[in-house]
Structures are given as C-alpha cells and as structure tokens.
C-alpha cells in the first residue's frame, strides 16, 4: 500500500471507530459516574489496554486466522504486507467468506437502526421507516436470501459467509439488548460492587467493539493497521468519557452519520465479495464524508 492509502485508511478507521462508539461512551460515563475514583482509574487504564489490544487487536487477527487457516498465526498477522505470491493467493480464495458475512452484518445492522431504533430523524424518510419497523424482519430476510441465491452460484463457502454474518448480528444484538436492560441497574447502584461493574463494562464495551472491528475490513484486510486505526479510535473514545461526554450528546446526529457510514461500508464489503473490486480510498473518504455531513448538521442544531 502507498503511504497516502495508508494515512487515508487510518484516519478512516480512527473516525469511524469514535462515531461508532459513541453509544459505548456514553454507557461507560454514566455508570463510571456511580463508582469509587479508584475503580474509574483502573477502568479507565487497564480497561483502554483490554479494549485496544485484546478485543480490538485480537479479534481482527483471529478472524483473519479462521478464515484463512493455511496462514497460521504469524501469517494472519503480517499477510498483507507479505510480497509472497503465494500469500497473496491465500487472501485472495479467502476474503470472499470474510467480506460478504462483515457485509450482511453491517446491512442488518443499519437496517434495524433504521426500522427499529429510537433515533433524531436527520433525513427525510427515517420517521416513515421507524413508524414501520415491523417491516424489519421481512426486509433483512428478503436481502439474506437474495444474497445466498448469487453466492451459491459463485461459491457456495460464499454463502456459508453470508449465514455467518446474519447469526452474527443477531447475536451481539441480543447481547446489546441485555446490556441496555442492565444500564439502569449500574446507574442505579443497586447492588453490584465496583469491579462487578468493570466487568460488565468490559462485557459491554467487547459487545459495541464487534461493529467497529467488522467495518474495519471494508477499510483493509491489514490487522496492523486495523490494530493501530481502531486502536487510536478505542483511546479517543476513552477520552470522550473522561472530559466531554455531555458536550458529544449535543451532537444528536453523530450516530446518523455512524448508521449510514456504516450501511455504505456493508455494501461495498458486499459488492466486493463478489468481485467488484472497490478502490481503497474510497470506504475512507465515504465515512469521512458522511460522518462529516451530519458533524456539519449537528452543529447548527447546537
């Protein structure tokens, strides 16, 4: 990669990481505001090094790894900027599998945003969609199968890929979904300790990262670089915790602008799966503009 698509590529990756755990954010703040100085502090260093390097550095390597088996561990790692030939063909057989489940993820996931979620409606037509979110199941249902009818025409390991990504989704939805249920007991206090709370947190913040670590690849199969995008975006939002949480609130369409970004990462991963190669820069300078557009918006609102 030149240098350019590797600055663009990062700056994608640390922008998209932020906007899109903003709502990690702001669980981590309120209930971290129930808690002793002294389990903030922990939280707040030991858990930025659970959250950059072993949920946001492990897991990009072992998706790599599972879906590329042959590379063994050093070579999921460091493939992308192996010049082997042989690597290079490795990558190639295998990231069909891996970018068309990321890409059913990240549909489904802004689709049910966008049906089921509550939400500040930043464009025309999203208070008709939320009106009508039974529709959700029907529309993610009718892409899943559409999608599995052309895979199994090109490789049926395609649509194996394609499964994968929905039980994905519903997964850590469900996760998600506990999570929230559990939000106002911690605020509460009720009677869970400290570093009961950590935990949980850390159960939280691995569920939100799951979203950020897929979209990732619609940026670039390099787990270093990755690593070092969603990395830089884990510590920014760790930042957004401590000192300006209530300030990034007032920016009511940041998460809009996440949703979207992270729709038009979906389809590309889609649309790559199957062939049509889309240029690096363009998942970068898609979320960039995006997330930039209802940056924009929201400050007006302000």
């Known amino acids: 990669m030149e240098i350019f ?21 702001v669980i981590n703040a309120e209930v ?7 389990a903030r502090k922990w939280f707040l260093f030991y858990g930025l090094f659970f959250a950059v390097f072993v949920v946001r550095g492990m897991l990009p390597w072992i998706i790599v790894w599972a879906t590329s088996p042959t590379l063994g561990a050093v070579g999921a790692l460091t493939a ?34 966008l049906f089921i979620e509550a939400k500040n409606y930043g ?16 529309i993610v249902s009718i892409i899943l199968t559409v ?13 194996l890929g394609a499964v994968v990504g929905s039980t994905a989704f519903f997964i850590t939805h469900g996760f998600k979904q506990n999570a929230e249920l559990h939000e106002k ?16 947190l850390e159960v939280i913040d691995a569920t ?11 940026f670039t199969l390099s787990v270093p670089l990755i690593l070092i995008g969603n990395g ?47 240029k690096e820069w363009v998942s970068p300078v898609i979320t960039i503009s995006v997330i930039g557009y209802f940056f924009y918006k929201s400050r007006k609102c302000l």
Not at 123 to 138: D, I, T
Not at 148 to 159: E, I, S, T
Not at 185 to 200: A, F, N, P, T, V
């Open 185 to 200: 007991e911690l605020i509460g206090g009720g009677s869970m300790s400290d570093w009961s709370k950590i935990l949980y």
């Open 147 to 159: 999608v599995v009818w052309f895979a199994l025409k090109k490789n049926p390991f395609m649509a």
């Open 208 to 218: 939100f990262s799951i979203d950020g670590v897929v979209g990732a690849f619609a």
């Open 80 to 113: 992308t900027f192996s010049n082997d030939p042989a690597i290079a063909k490795v990558i190639d057989e295998s990231s069909p599998f891996l970018l068309v489940g990321g890409g059913i993820f990240l549909i489904f996931l802004f689709f049910h945003w």
């Open 232 to 278: 830089i975006g884990a510590f920014v939002v760790r930042e957004l915790t401590i000192s300006n949480i209530d300030r990034v609130k007032r920016y009511i369409y940041l998460k809009n602008g996440a949703m979207y970004s992270i729709f038009f990462l979906g389809i590309i991963m889609v649309l790559d799966s199957f062939g049509y190669h889309i």
């Open 32 to 38: 971290l505001s129930t808690m002793s100085q002294r």
């Open 5 to 25: 698509s590797i600055v663009l590529t990062i700056v994608g990756l640390i922008i998209f990481e932020t906007i899109s755990s903003i709502d990690n954010a």
């Open 123 to 138: 464009l025309r037509g999203e208070r008709f969609f939320h009106k009508h979110g039974v529709w959700f199941f029907a």
